[in-house]
């Protein structure tokens, strides 16, 4: 049987299932929601230097991910689809990069193989969707690490260009911080080559020079937006945004000093992240490290070389992680390639030993009970159909491979394992969110290109929300009196328990709706199951018109 058609055709169909999630109508997190209510902002004030959120300056992140969001919706307009498509992009660049970075590491073989298990990992798939700043990161950082390793052997103006814009990137995505992430892997080989000088070389000085200097619209922005002015009630008055950006919102973070801070943090608390996070491939990265370390010793030197690269790469930055109190889980997302690498070497050179193969079996067959399993607990017939189809066929394509070598089934069983998983999670969302969403069903309700304003009491997410996904001009209240000064007819969402706050008989409100949905999408897994099964914590939501007489 041809191994690598075989390794194209299930990257290819694992790639269209996680893109099938960009179809979805609605943004899953509160997160994406904030993040693309600012770029929508951008759109509507033609303000591309300024990052404002409900009126109020905004000064967390760099500009980056929201001029990017921003031109996709100027180009493709508003909508939950052109908010992931950019960052989908980028995860399908990592992908690129990765392969790019394993051939010229190892061989062409094992940069196949690193891409099915990139875009195999559960928490890359997820954050392809879910678009966070790390989903840009790993499309800015990977092709810089490829530039830079190009460039150190080599110089030529295309690796020093292409390597500091995409550093650039980088920084103006997530600060500079970045720098060591992206540095790490090179500036460990210098040391285990005993190239002392390196760094500090012209050659060197001046990647870090063009670098600095194409940061230079980031520091324009926030110069113009806050730096000429009071910043808002957000932040501390008279901050300076240059020491938040290059001090407070990295080493600040990191020393949990700067103004957003998380005391929460645990030495080992990515090393828990890490065993769910980079399903279905967990067990295969710790035989591969074991695996590498063993064969250093004995191993030429090229293989030696892309060893120290890519294990610097990984626990550097892990390790930094890890010292930090400031942690998320989705940080570890950008180091995840760098692994998959590994994973991807060790296979090709390594035949999985028979306990390592049963166990990863054993994981396989954990995964797939799960999604099944799942889906009956939910009992939805679109969910459990679809799952149903797809565990029968995996099951009908692992019997027809049953006597393929070890590592040809628990490579694609791994994949088709984890796609599963995925679709049963993304369908759960969708069905979860599309029923009892506010925003969602309040467009369905009242329609998306009525010109009628839309109030939303004392919602501030569901305001944003709806402003995404309706035409209409949406706005969020706080008080009953400030809707007296509303002019002309409206529509106004309220919690039902809320109602009579608004005064309902002396403002001539009529109801058009009440409906039971969730008022805060984020939140555990368990709260989502609920909400598919029909369980879940709801509450009733009014919908209420004003006719001006």
């Known amino acids: 049987m041809n191994f690598s058609k075989h390794l194209q055709w299930v ?31 951008i759109v509507q004030s033609h303000d591309w230097v300024s990052l404002v959120l409900d009126n109020h300056d905004w000064l967390d992140k760099p500009h980056l991910p929201f001029w990017i969001t921003a031109l996709f919706f100027k180009v493709g307009g508003v909508s939950a689809f052109t908010y992931i498509l950019p960052g989908f992009i980028f995860h399908l660049i990592g992908a690129y990069y990765t392969y790019r970075l394993a051939r010229i590491l190892y061989d062409k073989q094992t940069g196949s193989l690193a891409v099915l298990i990139y875009v195999s990992i559960f928490n ?130 990191f020393f949990n000093t700067g103004p957003i801070q998380n005391h929460n943090g645990h030495p080992f608390y990515f090393v828990l992240v890490f065993l769910w996070a980079f399903l279905p491939w967990t067990l295969v990265f710790f035989a591969s490290i074991h695996y590498h370390f063993s064969a250093f010793n ?57 306990p390592l193969f049963m166990i990863q079996m054993g994981l396989i067959g954990i995964l797939f009970l799960l999604a099944v399993g799942l889906s009956i607990y939910v009992m939805n017939f679109t969910l459990l159909a679809t799952i149903a189809v797809i565990f029968m066929g995996s099951l009908y394509y692992g019997y027809s491979t049953i006597a393929e070598p070890r590592n040809f089934r628990a490579i694609i069983y791994s994949v088709l394992a984890i796609d599963i998983l995925y679709i049963f999670m993304s369908l759960l969302t969708f069905l979860a969110f599309t029923q009892y969403s506010i925003a969602y069903n309040a467009v369905k309700l009242l329609g998306k290109q009525s010109g009628m304003p839309v109030y939303v009491y004392q919602m501030p997410e569901v305001a944003r929300e709806l402003a995404l996904y309706s035409k209409a001009p949406c706005y969020e209240v706080a008080s009953a009196e400030s809707l007296t000064q509303a002019k002309g007819n409206f529509s106004i969402l309220v919690k039902h328990d809320q109602l009579q706050q608004l005064h309902v008989e002396s403002m001539h409100l009529r109801l058009l709706s009440e409906m039971q949905l969730v008022v805060h999408k984020t939140g555990t897994f368990n709260k989502l199951l609920q909400l598919a099964k029909g369980n879940g914590s709801l509450e009733n939501i009014d919908f209420l018109q004003y006719s001006a007489p």
């Open 11 to 41: 990257a290819f169909f694992t790639v269209l299932i996680n893109a099938a999630a960009m179809f979805s109508p609605i943004i899953n997190s509160g997160d994406a929601i904030t993040y693309a209510t600012i770029a929508n902002h």
């Open 298 to 354: 004995n191993a030429i030197i090229s293989e030696r070389t892309a060893f120290i690269f890519l294990i610097c790469m990984f626990f550097c930055t892990f390790l930094m992680f890890s010292a930090t109190k400031f942690q998320l889980d989705y940080y570890i997302d950008i180091i995840l390639p760098f692994s998959a690498i590994l994973c991807a070497r060790y296979l090709i050179n390594s035949e999985l030993n028979r």
């Open 124 to 253: 890359l798939m997820d954050a392809s969707i879910e678009v966070k700043a790390e989903t840009y990161l790993i499309g800015q950082i990977m092709p810089a690490c490829y530039y830079w390793l190009r460039y150190d052997a080599q110089f030529r103006i295309k690796y020093l260009m292409l390597g500091a814009l995409f550093t650039a990137m980088a920084i103006m995505t997530k600060g500079i911080f970045t720098l060591f992430t992206i540095s790490s892997g090179l500036v460990c080989l210098w040391l285990y080559q005993k190239q002392w000088s390196k760094p500090f070389s012209v050659k060197w000085l001046m990647a870090l020079f063009l670098s600095l200097l194409l940061v230079s619209p980031e520091l324009v922005a926030l110069h113009l937006q806050f730096n000429q002015h009071t910043a808002s009630s957000m932040l501390e008055p008279q901050i300076s945004s240059f020491k938040f950006f290059f001090w407070d919102s990295q080493f600040g973070r």
